[in-house]
């Protein structure tokens, strides 16, 4: 057991990305995630070996990011929604040329400048690829400040094991809070060993490239091929999600992150006026839960999808389930977080 | 509370998250019962969140005037600093509570009224948590002491002792947190004001139980889940 020490949520990815050996960040700041920037700077610029860089833009930042994960070393970025957008051209880049790395993005109010107020509107944006191109990141939504830090941790192992950029998705609100966290001693991962792809130096042996690029269309369809394999196998093992109250349920949240955070509280205050409501909350956004969900769809047939967008995961969720019941949506936009009364008088709604 | 905290300014200052912002607003609440005129000054350049503007209609209800950005403004991350503040500063009628950002860069903000400040009735209070990242250990306190007094350019008067662990806070966690707290303060040649306990600890921990004397805390930034 660590100690116990209480954290902002940003501060947190950045201690438990240092933990998880991550020694090379690059970001830009930018409200609400730049105590995360911040603390990458105070504790990396005293270690040995390890590079903080506030870099000029975004776009710079994950660049620097794509050079130093071909090198085999744990590299991350960090941004809040607009930054993201800037970033995408090299995560598509990343994602082609198979490198691990970690991008937080704590999303804040959009589209454009948006506000600076926790959303969850760049769903689409997280799990649809966001960049050019056929591609998915591997995204991972926390929704507590230790959940931060465990996936943070996890998300690092995950790019080595997959050779795939992976997200933590989260929001302004996750960032800033603060909750007691714990760094927990964690079993050793076996992962691939790198030795046999990374940029070092090509003395005694021949060069390498990492080059996104190949005129050759029937070469790129194979590369497309080999990640479209990629993603299978993640969709395969990778699915992690919470269930909470779902048996004999009369309805079906489903809600992520700070949300299902929110929905827990409406499952208490609903069960307090006899109504039994259950939760699925995905912690993969992608891979997608999808079948747990339609699972469930089998026995409850109302779903309620609560999110701070007008609409992005809803999408999925009715995919998963498949036509085998109702899917209703309720969602608070432009950095508004919905209430557990006003969810509650949704549900109330549907039911 | 007896009446050490009887200056007509007082300052929070402290590390980022340390809990000035709860214990402002506690602690203007708790200066209202004595004096009419008190006003808190929303100072926070640093946080884009859980500032102590977002309790303005609670605390207007109190009778306590809140010095804050307004209107769109009170969401926006930026260096707002209310012309107001110097008046108040100025005039005697007023107790002022001035709620500072976090770390030095929060404090440079004070620099600005430092001149006038200094030669007033004023006490600037360091309120540190021993479970925060950068105040875990002595060296890193008296850090963050040396810091805030450097870009301040005031001095640090007196310590609040706030250790805690939020929802997961327990007796044994005030206890150790405070020790410790307490040997900074003896280095840093201060002495601890008060320490800062949740209300929901006031049966179980008495003010004999320290030799400091004990400020209950009510908390007023909640998360969107909470009930209350």
Known sequence: ?351 | MNKILNKRIMIFVGSFGSGKTEIAINYSIYCRKDYNQVAIVDLDIVNPYFRTREVRGTLNLKGIKIIAPEGKMAYADLPLISPEIKGLIQNSNYHLILDVGGDDIGSVVLGNFEHFIKELDYEMLLVVNSYRPFTQNLSQIMQMAQEIENSSRLKITGIVSNPNLSTQTDEEVIRQGHTLIRQAAQKLNLTVRFICVDKRFSQKIKSEDFDEPIFYIERFMHLPWNKF
């Open chain 1, 1 to 351: 057991m660590g100690e116990k020490i209480l954290m902002k949520g940003n501060e947190a990815i950045g201690e438990a990305a240092i933990r998880a050996g991550c020694r090379y960040y690059f970001g830009y700041p930018i409200t609400p995630q730049s105590e995360l920037t911040a603390y990458m700077a105070k504790k990396l610029l005293k270690m040995k070996n390890a590079a903080f860089i506030q870099a000029e833009s975004e776009i710079a930042a994950i660049n620097m990011v794509y050079g130093a994960a071909a090198t085999g070393v744990r590299a991350m970025t960090s941004s809040s929604s607009p930054g993201i957008s800037l970033k995408q051209e090299g995560i598509s880049y990343i994602a082609l040329a198979e490198l691990p790395c970690v991008v937080v993005n704590m999303m804040r109010g959009g589209p454009g400048l948006g506000d600076i107020q926790p959303s969850q509107g760049d769903y689409f944006q997280a799990t649809k690829g966001g960049g050019h191109g056929d591609y998915h990141l591997i995204v991972l939504a926390p929704s507590s400040v230790q959940e931060l830090v465990d996936l943070t941790m996890d998300a690092f192992d995950l790019a080595d094991k997959y050779r795939n950029p992976v997200m933590i998705l989260g929001d302004g609100l996750l960032g800033q809070m603060m909750e007691a966290v714990e760094f927990k001693e964690r079993p050793k991962v076996d992962l691939p060993d790198k030795g046999d792809w990374i940029i070092t130096g090509c003395k005694d042996r021949e060069p390498r490239h990492i080059v996104p690029f190949d005129l050759d269309p029937s070469v790129l369809e194979k590369w497309n091929y080999n990640l479209g394999e990629k993603y299978k196998k993640i969709k395969e093992k990778e699915v992690r999600y919470e269930a909470v109250n779902t048996e004999n349920a009369e309805l079906i949240i489903v809600a992520y992150g700070t949300v299902a955070r929110i929905v827990k509280t409406v499952i208490s205050n609903a069960k307090e006026e006899g109504i039994n409501i259950g939760l699925i909350r995905p912690i993969t956004l992608f891979p997608f839960p999808e079948k747990v969900i339609n699972k469930t769809a089998d026995n409850v047939k109302k779903f309620l999808v609560v999110e701070m967008s007008l609409g992005q995961m809803v999408e999925d969720v009715k995919l998963s389930v498949n036509g085998k019941a109702e899917v209703n949506f309720y969602g608070r936009a432009g950095g508004i977080i919905p209430s557990p009364e006003e969810i509650l008088k949704e549900v109330k709604k549907c039911l």
